[in-house]
């Protein structure tokens, strides 16, 4: 069986509305693409993980509907033009989609990732390299962190190399508790999660239990800043998120504890080095591919 798509080239004003317009009309998905795209003219969206970008849309893109079966393609774009207050006889082509093996195909996407010495990334449905590594059991799902991103690996990486043996460890802003779940099996006496996004705690827990790690993962209304002191704290977000935290992570530090901060572009580090300034310095730990870790450690006790 193959699948119909309706593809309608407009100008970005219009491509939100159009989509939605699409949807409502009996459309099945809608994804919208640079109608440029593979062209001198090709215009990349630029933004950080998980901020939204500048542009939520091309200056000519091409809006994708997939239509239903049996669907009447000019009478669901004349209904969605006008719902949209675009012309009646609003210009579209028609494009086939062959029938596949739509979670085959999705999961060929995902391989084993490597990473550092002695780290490897597996998804379920493939057997580990090297069994004898540190294998974490991970599938690509809702929550951030597979250990492809750059800001992800920079933390590993660092943890591997400083492995919290018998530590206790805070992993915030944990995403799918990948970082937590590396501290638990690099030997971290205990290890804690909070995130601010539900679905992102509750894939957590699930991969930390088919991980054999026991990690406990909180909401931030859950958790209780400020009554507990942790030997490392480590928080891959963003920059600017990072800068208002750095009071609350600061004061999860037991003394003498180390700080791992991630989600740094190279250009941001300096800022938020000084945003910490008044609490512990920050050094730039590492680089990958224009991000950097920054590392601290609060003075021991009894240090001047």
Same mark, same amino acid.
């Given at each position: 069986?193959?699948?119909t798509?309706i593809?309608?080239?407009?100008a970005?004003?219009?491509?939100?509305?159009?989509?939605?317009?699409l949807?409502?009309?009996?459309?099945?998905?809608?994804?919208?693409?640079?109608?440029?795209?593979?062209?001198?003219?090709?215009?990349?969206l630029?933004?950080?993980?998980?901020?939204?970008p500048?542009?939520t849309?091309?200056?000519r893109s /091409?809006?994708v509907?997939l239509l239903?079966a049996?669907?009447?393609?000019?009478?669901?774009?004349a209904?969605?033009?006008?719902?949209?207050?675009l012309a009646p006889?609003l210009?579209?082509?028609? /494009?086939e989609?062959?029938?596949?093996?739509w979670?085959?195909?999705?999961?060929?996407q995902f391989d084993?990732?490597?990473?550092?010495?002695?780290?490897?990334v597996v998804?379920?449905?493939?057997?580990?390299?090297?069994?004898q590594?540190?294998? %974490?059991?991970?599938?690509?799902?809702l929550?951030f962190?597979?250990?492809?991103?750059?800001?992800?690996?920079l933390c590993?990486e660092?943890?591997?190399a400083h492995?919290?043996?018998?530590?206790?460890?805070l992993?915030y802003?944990?995403?799918?508790g990948i970082?937590a779940?590396v501290?638990a099996?690099l030997?971290?006496?205990?290890?804690?999660?909070?995130d601010i996004d539900p679905q992102?705690?509750e894939?957590a827990?699930?991969?930390?239990?088919?991980?054999g790690?026991?990690?406990?993962?909180?909401?931030?209304?859950?958790w209780?800043?400020?009554?507990r002191?942790?030997?490392l704290?480590?928080?891959?977000?963003?920059?600017g998120?990072?800068?208002?935290?750095?009071? %609350?992570?600061?004061?999860q530090l037991?003394p003498?504890g180390?700080?791992?901060?991630?989600g740094?572009?190279?250009?941001?580090?300096?800022?938020?080095?000084?945003?910490?300034?008044?609490?512990?310095? %920050?050094?730039?730990?590492a680089r990958?591919?224009g991000?950097?870790a920054?590392?601290?450690? %609060?003075a021991?006790?009894?240090?001047?």
């Open positions: 069986m193959s699948w798509e593809v309608i080239e407009t970005r004003d219009a491509a939100d509305a159009l989509s939605d317009a949807l409502e009309a009996g459309a099945l998905s809608v994804s919208v693409e640079d109608a440029d795209v593979g062209t001198a003219a090709e215009q990349p630029f933004g950080e993980p998980g901020m939204e500048r542009q849309a091309w200056e /091409r809006v509907a239903p049996g669907a009447d393609a000019g009478a669901l774009a209904d969605a033009a006008a719902a949209c207050g006889d210009p579209y082509s028609l /494009r989609v062959a029938e596949q093996d979670v085959r195909l999705t999961q060929s084993p990732i490597h990473i550092g010495k002695n780290i490897w998804p379920s449905w493939h057997q580990a390299p090297n069994p590594a540190l294998v %974490l059991e991970l599938d690509p799902g929550a962190g597979t250990g492809s991103h750059p800001t992800t690996r590993m660092w943890l591997e492995a919290p043996q018998g530590q206790s460890v992993d802003g944990c995403g799918s970082l779940i501290a099996k030997g971290a006496a205990s290890v804690a999660g909070v992102a705690v894939a827990r699930h991969n930390s239990e088919r991980n790690c026991a990690i406990d993962y909180f909401l931030p209304d859950q209780a800043a400020g009554e002191r942790f030997d704290v480590v928080a891959n977000i963003l920059s998120p990072l800068q208002l935290l750095a009071p %609350l992570l600061c004061r037991a003498g180390r700080l791992l901060l991630s740094v572009l190279v250009e941001q580090a300096e800022q938020v080095i000084a945003a910490y300034a008044p609490f512990l310095p %920050l050094t730039v730990a990958l591919d991000w950097v920054l590392a601290g450690q %609060l021991p006790p009894g240090a001047d």
